[in-house]
């Protein structure tokens, strides 16, 4: 086994200035220069790029039993979101895929819709008022207030001020951020050490959580949210009660990938189409699968190796990490020509029959995919329609439409837009 190729950075910090200083456009060009398998340094920290659907394949699903998250990125996340899907692995990860598993079976996902419908609506006759009086909205805000809408009340069928949430959320996901770009946070010491505004944001969601349990607890009643779903599914298990604690990670875990992941891309989604009105009458269904492909709100995975291993003839050490990036991967001209280029017609039966199975992968690969993904998609695709039906947004002038990669890959700056009546 031979040792991958890569940037050569700094002596010291090797390439942790480049990535903290372009990640997106860092791990790009690495790809493009050193191909399918790039070794990264930082500090001492040693990875690996995939950027071939065969490789990732491998990590994420063929020999998944070789990698596991004992990770950076899960260490940090594990202090937002607890032990969860998200962060847990092996009997943990198992027992709490198990009992959520039947909350997402396709019985379920029609009792969405009505949710769903009743917050566009409210929304819609905003955007009406807006219109009348030529008046902009930000996009990213109003895709973030309306997937915090409806995932509280799919959660607990409860009312909560979208920004409250909304507010804890920006200041969790940056902090987890920056510790993550950071080779050593005090953080790590202790939770004890966290940045006040990082505890205080914490507490925000915690107290808001805890006090929807509590009161479910105390009614006794059974409204058909997701909530009722989790309390049904944990009491089939007989004994094995989940503590209030365990039902706040679901929750907030859940709040997190159901709102902050789908509006950032349903964002994407409605700037893409006002700069290419051509696709408006398209099938929503590509389009959204456009839009991730170009904006994956999961831009990065990571990994480390439990074992020595070789993937596409170079050594990955025990111990060393492995990076895998839907947005690289998904610009990757061997299975994307003209990848910049937005063209829902990438996803018709036909051309996606010429590209490998694994090339397109925003929700993950193998036993840790998505679990919420046909959920995702059915509320994304829901919101798209009746958004293009209703009105035509165009783009206010003058504006950057840059990205921000964190945990998620958040936009920029807010982005404006001009609500006009009868769309299409």
Not at 119 to 144: G, K, S
Not at 212 to 223: H, N
Not at 256 to 271: K, P, S, Y
Request: proline share 6%; charged share 20%.
């Amino acid at each position: 086994m031979t040792r991958a190729p890569g940037p050569k950075g700094t002596l010291i910090w090797g390439s942790l200035g480049a990535v903290q200083k372009d990640a997106l456009g860092f791990l790009t060009q690495a790809a493009a220069s050193h191909g399918d398998v790039v070794r990264l340094r930082f500090g001492p920290v040693i990875a690996h790029l995939l950027n071939h659907p065969d490789h990732i394949e491998h990590v994420l699903s063929r020999g998944a039993q070789g990698y596991d998250k004992d990770t950076r990125s899960v260490a940090q996340i594990k202090a937002t979101c607890g032990a969860s899907l998200l962060s847990s692995d092996g009997a943990a990860w198992q027992r709490h895929r198990r009992l959520i598993q039947p909350v997402f079976q396709p019985r379920f996902l029609d009792t969405i819709d009505p949710v769903v419908d009743t917050a566009i609506d409210a929304m819609l006759d905003r955007w009406a008022i807006a219109a009348r009086n030529a008046t902009p909205i930000d996009i990213v805000a109003e895709m973030m207030q309306l997937m915090i809408v409806i995932s509280v009340r799919f959660l607990f069928s409860s009312e909560v001020d979208p920004d409250r949430i909304d507010r804890a959320l920006k200041v969790l996901l940056a902090d987890t951020w920056r510790r993550l770009e950071a080779l050593f946070d005090p953080s790590m010491i202790s939770p004890r050490l966290h940045r006040p505004a990082f505890k205080q944001a914490l507490a925000e969601i915690d107290a808001v959580v805890f006090a929807l349990i509590r009161a479910r607890r105390q009614s006794g009643t059974q409204p058909d949210d997701l909530l009722s779903r989790l309390l049904s599914a944990h009491e089939g298990e007989g004994l094995d009660r989940l503590t209030d604690t365990e039902l706040r990670d679901a929750a907030v875990t859940l709040i997190l990938a159901g709102h902050e992941t789908v509006a950032n891309a349903l964002a994407w989604a409605i700037v893409l189409l006002a700069q290419n009105p051509e696709w408006r009458r398209h099938d929503p269904h590509k389009v959204w699968s456009e839009t991730l492909r170009l904006f994956p709100s999961i831009w990065i995975m990571e990994r480390r190796a439990v074992t020595l291993d070789e993937i596409g003839g170079y050594r990955i050490a025990k111990g060393s990490t492995v990076l895998m990036s839907p947005y690289v991967l998904h610009r990757n001209p061997q299975f994307w020509p003209n990848a910049d280029r937005f063209d829902p017609t990438r996803f018709d039966e036909t051309t996606v029959a010429t590209r490998p199975r694994h090339a397109y992968l925003p929700f993950g690969l193998g036993p840790h995919r998505c679990i919420g993904l046909h959920l995702g998609n059915r509320v994304a695709e829901r919101i798209l329609t009746q958004v293009q039906a209703a009105f035509r947004l165009d783009l206010a002038p003058g504006q950057s439409l840059g990205l921000a990669p964190g945990i998620t890959l958040r936009h920029a700056d807010a982005i404006y837009m001009y609500p006009r009546e009868a769309a299409i």
